[in-house]
């Protein structure tokens, strides 16, 4: 059985211990805020933070975080006000919005590391995340926005 | 026109609208609290406005009827049903936006709600072809200047006032003689028993009196839930008792399963079922392609289960087709005579008069969609009744394909529509949903059918591959009097009816025969085109390689004649004048010509706006290089500057774009920005790394890592959008697509003044580390 906190809930899982995060969380816990876009780490919309650290559920096994905590977009931030959620409003970000739950949570933890990224930082950490409708310029300045209130 | 020449006209759908009893499913209950039925909606066909527009010749036409659109709560609470479909656009907020704004409704108390797919309801639902806007302005504003006037009539009665003397204002009707006011929510049930005015009667409002319209502070509907994760996209339908499936396809297109062996798959762990699934010949517009489907009870086991299959394909007629030998068919088709779609003057004796000709060739591969969602679908189908919930563009189309598909009649299939994660025309074909639809009927329960990004790239229906080759004829002053563009290409019309080898009218009328400059002689030809796999409509289709291809040459021409690029385009759009191709029944994205002319006067306002704008001539760095290109298309008005910079390495990257847009009168300017920064993406993405190839009859690409698309540390740094404010009665065009077509040739024009390298055939690759 593994045990695995999620949003502080703590959840339980005995079938594979292979089965990637992304569809444990999709799937069988029902929190599909986080997104399936490649399955392969290369467009960043699952992301999803565990213990600080941005991290691609597509590629993570349940059991690689068995005793770990994992944030996903729904735990953010209790009523959706995490600043980079405010930012994110502000700007008038997403277009399909798909991709967003990723790059929301691509920045946050961007933001714990460092809180007042520059724009070439910014485009940097950020450039692991795909957005095919091509709302790059309005993330870059969300991002800023978040980190700086400006 | 037959069937080729408008794939939409095979659906079979009937023009006359039924009176037809709202099912229980529609919360909307008309303008009171009540239920109601929908009376014979009136079809707009009259000339109400300044100009006509092509809503009316749309499959089940228009439905101006505020009962099917508008329901009003005793607590006041406006509900407004947007009936297309969201894929980021913003149409899901704008069309509710113009009925809120004649209605005098308050956004803050307005609540949309997504139709499901019912054309005879609420008549077309096709979202695509930047449509939704240009066909909806003027029938949404008179839904809601009908609401409001049945609004005003229930005041009018209730106060024993004329109607005329009382005046519905932000949410409430007054009466300013005697100062009382009732609110909408309190006239919601006197309101729904007035009968609705007749579309002749009523009165809109002026337009200087808008609150919402053409401002651009209205954020989408869904922006909150889309940050905290809640947004319900195709995927994130959860139904009790629902299964998970993926399904391995025929790898080629038109293949067939011999043989396979569930046994290693059925050892996974959560999986549940291995079935055949059923595929039909290609073509066959939207049908499934068949397979073998793997049940799990999550999409992780389905996914593991489906890769331990063991598969024996017959790769069928296509396992021969290879990009590399294809591309040189195309070239050498393009070098011979072909169809000629468009004839004026004599281009051939102009070129052997002319005192110089410049060729260009100009080659752009097959492209895949790659939505950030993939298609997806749910379906819960039971006994003759199916439900399905789905990512889909065209909820009518779906709607009509399963029922066929399950041979139940129509009125049993309900289709719901999620939210789009991305559609650029792939989701308008419903195959997904098929499939979900013909495992759900087998296995007796609600299934989800979910594609990988390998099952996205491996069977899309792509963008075309094509060759465009122009020459022009240049007298001694360096004039351009020949014109002679031979476009091969594959056509979309190949999915819907085999060995369709010629363009369709609406591929033609897509930068080829619409082409605007001003010159005497003009030959326009479509040799043949063999398809091999399927071949669907991306954003803005054809306009991408004939914009390329138009756009560049200008370049080549400036080059040519050694003058400055900005000049050489607007020399060859010519005078202002309303351009009359010698073409018959030329296509004009299905719009009236007069309402909708190529008028050169707007296509040199926006040249000279972003010209303007954008600075162009300015100054840049040594490495730099600016690049112009304009292109008509949807009805729309665009023009594109590209700053370019490419290092000693060959590395590109693109510090500016400025981008002009005349689309007439429009409803959000803000969203208009955010398609046209996204155009400039989708736009650097297909230019630089944008290619599906084949080999034996497979797609080679596989994700993201070899099908590549542009990140944020190669984006344009800034993109700057220009709108041309419209005039009184300027019709409302496409906006989704249009900002596509200009920005490659922009680029290839920057390129070449930053480094005097043409590039001629996409993607650029590592064409310019050479
Ligand atoms: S789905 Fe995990 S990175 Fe794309
Ligand atoms: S908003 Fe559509 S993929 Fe990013």
Redesign the pocket.
């Known amino acids: 059985m593994i045990k695995v906190k999620i949003n502080g809930q703590e959840q339980s899982w005995d079938g594979d211990p292979d089965l990637p995060l992304l569809w444990f969380l999709r799937d069988e816990a029902g929190l599909t805020g986080t997104k399936f876009g490649c399955g392969q780490a290369l467009c960043g919309a699952c992301t999803v933070i565990i213990d600080k650290e941005a991290v691609r559920s597509c590629i993570t096994s349940i059991n690689d975080v068995a005793g770990r905590e994992v944030t996903t977009i729904e735990g953010l931030h209790p009523d959706g006000d995490h600043p980079v959620q405010k930012a994110w409003r502000e700007v008038n970000v997403?277009?399909?919005?798909?991709?967003?739950a990723g790059?929301i949570m691509q920045a946050a933890a961007l933001l714990m590391e460092n809180p007042k990224p520059s724009h070439d930082q910014i485009r940097e950490a950020m450039s692991g995340n795909?957005?095919?409708?091509g709302?790059y310029q309005r993330i870059e300045n969300a991002v800023h926005l978040a980190s700086t209130g400006v | 026109m037959n069937f080729i020449d408008n794939p939409r006209k095979l659906r079979g759908f009937e023009k006359n609208l039924k009176v037809e009893k709202i099912s229980r499913r529609s919360i909307l209950k008309g303008l009171g609290v009540t239920g109601g039925f929908v009376l014979a909606a009136p079809v707009m066909t009259r000339r109400a406005f300044a100009y006509e527009t092509g809503a009316g010749k749309m499959p089940h036409g228009v439905v101006v009827d505020p009962r099917v659109f508008v329901a009003v709560a005793p607590d006041g609470t406006v509900t407004i049903l947007a009936h297309r479909a969201e894929m980021?656009t913003g149409v899901r907020t704008s069309l509710p936006l113009i009925v809120a704004e004649e209605m005098e409704a308050d956004w803050s108390k307005v609540k949309v709600q997504q139709a499901h797919g019912d054309e005879g309801k609420f008549g077309n639902q096709d979202t695509d072809g930047s449509r939704s806007t240009r066909h909806y302005l003027i029938p949404m504003r008179q839904i809601g200047a009908s609401a409001r006037t049945m609004l005003e009539q229930a005041a009018a009665k209730r106060w024993g006032v004329p109607a005329t003397e009382v005046k519905a204002v932000n949410h409430e009707v007054v009466h300013s003689a005697s100062g009382r006011k009732l609110g909408f929510g309190e006239l919601a049930a006197d309101a729904a028993k007035e009968s609705v005015p007749s579309i002749e009667g009523l009165k809109l409002k002026d337009p200087k009196d808008f609150r919402y319209l053409g401002k651009g502070q209205v954020s989408i509907v869904d922006l909150h839930d889309i940050t905290t994760g809640k947004a319900g996209y195709g995927a994130d339908v959860r139904l009790p008792g629902m299964k998970y499936a993926v399904i391995a396809r025929p790898p080629v297109t038109g293949g067939k399963l011999v043989s396979f062996d569930p046994a290693e798959a059925m050892k996974i762990s959560g999986v549940e079922k291995v079935m055949q699934v059923r595929g039909w010949p290609w073509p066959s517009k939207f049908q499934p392609l068949g397979g073998v489907a793997v049940i799990a009870r999550n999409t992780g086991a389905a996914i593991k289960g489906r890769d331990a299959l063991k598969l024996v394909w017959d790769d069928g007629a296509n396992g021969k087709y290879d990009s590399v030998a294809y591309r040189k068919e195309l070239e050498e088709a393009s070098r011979k005579p072909g169809l000629v779609v468009r004839q004026e003057g004599d281009a051939d004796a102009a070129l052997k008069a002319a005192d110089k000709v410049v060729i260009g060739e100009y080659y752009l591969p097959h492209l895949a969609h790659v939505s950030?969602e993939p298609p997806v679908a749910v379906a819960d189908v039971k006994g003759d009744k199916a439900e399905i919930w789905a990512p889909v563009q065209s909820p009518g189309g779906t709607r009509e394909d399963v029922a066929k598909t399950l041979g139940i009649p129509e009125g049993n299939v309900t289709v719901n529509v999620t939210l789009l994660?991305?559609g650029f025309g792939r989701k308008s074909k419903c195959d997904f949903a098929l499939e979900a639809a013909l495992l759900s009927k087998e296995l007796g329960t609600p299934v989800k059918v979910q594609w990988t990004r390998e099952d996205d790239l491996h069977h899309d229906f792509l963008h075309t591959v094509s060759v465009e080759r122009i020459e022009a004829g240049l007298d001694k002053d360096g004039k351009v009097i020949a014109w002679r563009h031979r476009s091969v290409a594959p056509t979309i019309a190949s999915t819907f009816a085999a060995g369709a080898k010629h363009a369709a009218s609406f591929e033609l009328g897509m930068g080829l025969v619409d082409m605007p400059f001003e010159i005497a002689n003009i030959s326009c030809e479509n040799p043949e085109a063999a398809a091999f796999t399927r071949i669907g409509w991306f954003r803005s289709v054809s306009n991408i390689p004939r914009a390329f291809a138009v756009q560049s040459m200008v370049g080549e021409i400036a080059n040519a004649t050694g003058r400055d690029q900005k000049e050489t385009l607007l020399a060859l759009i010519g005078t202002p004048r309303i351009v009359k191709p010698a073409v018959k029944d030329m296509w004009n994205y299905g719009e009236p010509y007069d309402s909708y002319p190529i008028d050169t006067a707007r296509l040199r306002k926006v040249v000279e706006l972003v010209a303007e704008k954008g600075e162009w001539g300015r100054q840049v760095p040594k490495g730099h290089g600016l690049g112009i290109a304009v292109h008509r298309s949807f009805v729309s008005y665009i023009a594109t500057i590209v700053e370019v910079a490419v290092d000693d390495k060959g590395k590109l990257t693109v510090p500016r774009v400025d981008t002009a847009i005349d689309c007439g009168t429009y409803v959000n300017p803000e969203r208009i920005a955010s398609q046209i920064e996204g155009a400039a993406i989708m736009g650097l993405s297909l230019a630089k790394y944008g290619a599906v190839t084949f080999k034996d009859g497979k797609v080679e690409q596989k994700n993201f890592d070899d099908f590549q698309v542009i990140r944020m540390d190669e984006s344009p740094v800034v993109t700057n959008v220009y709108i041309v404010p419209p005039g009184p009665d300027t019709p409302p065009s496409g906006v989704g697509e249009p900002g596509v077509p200009p920005f490659a040739p922009a680029l290839m024009n920057a390129i070449f003044a930053a480094t005097g390298k043409r590039i001629r055939a996409l993607p650029i690759g590592k064409q310019l580390e050479a």
């Not at chain 1, 997403?94 to 967003?100: R, S």
């Not at chain 1, 795909?130 to 409708?133: E, F, G, V």
């Open positions: 997403p277009q399909c919005g798909f991709c967003q790059q795909i957005c095919r409708c709302c | 980021g950030m994660g991305g």
